[in-house]
């Protein structure tokens, strides 16, 4: 239809700069998602696909594959949930490896199939069971968690009143371990 026109036009302008964002190998398969997505959703697409190219430059390349394929597994209940979940990828990534990703996808397919809105939620990172889940598996202690707790330890073993601060603070003062680059 001629309605389609602007957002065809939006992909031939820009997409092959957004595709750079993906392994090479995988660039033909995220085309197929997106596709996949496209025909589910119109006009809504073409931002859910940029936004979803952008999230593959956060992520390491060697997970590209898994996590267009684990995204595949989402298009039938929800397209939209398919591309939220391939641009949270950066975030989950950070905290989780593939083994524990790939469970934490599971629990959010279960709650996709039972609840659309739910579902959506969960792999947007919107909802508490995904954060909760994602706590549960990650193997990453969170310092605003436990650092209070830390400040009370230290405090006991040396009497004096010590601060927590996480590496990103110390290294902006030149403080605790340094690395040279060159």
């Known amino acids: 239809s001629d309605s389609a026109w602007p957002e065809a036009s939006l992909y031939f302008q820009r997409g ?11 660039r033909a398969h995220y085309l197929e998602l997106a596709t996949r997505v496209a025909r589910r959703l119109g006009r809504q697409a073409y931002s859910l ?8 430059k956060e992520v ?13 597994l989402l ?11 391939i641009k949270s990828a950066p975030a989950l990534a950070k905290r989780l490896r593939l083994p ?4 934490w996808h599971r629990a959010g397919l279960e709650i996709l199939q039972q ?3 739910g579902g959506e939620a969960y792999f947007r990172l919107e909802s ?19 650092g209070e707790l830390l400040r009370l330890y ?19 003062k030149g403080i605790g371990w340094v690395s040279e680059r060159g």
């Open 16 to 26: 092959p700069d957004l595709l750079r964002s993906v392994d090479p190998a995988e």
């Open 49 to 56: 696909f940029a936004e979803g190219s952008l999230a593959f």
């Open 154 to 172: 230290g405090k006991a073993l040396t009497g004096a009143n010590i601060s927590v601060q996480p590496v990103s603070a110390l290294e902006q």
């Open 60 to 72: 390491d390349p060697a997970y590209h594959a898994r996590l267009i394929e684990l995204a595949n």
């Open 115 to 117: 609840t659309t809105e």
């Open 75 to 85: 298009v039938g209940p929800s397209p939209v949930a398919a591309m939220s979940f």
């Open 100 to 103: 524990e990703l790939e469970i």
């Open 128 to 146: 508490g069971k995904a954060e909760q889940i994602i706590h549960s598996l990650s193997a990453r202690v969170e310092l605003a968690h436990v």
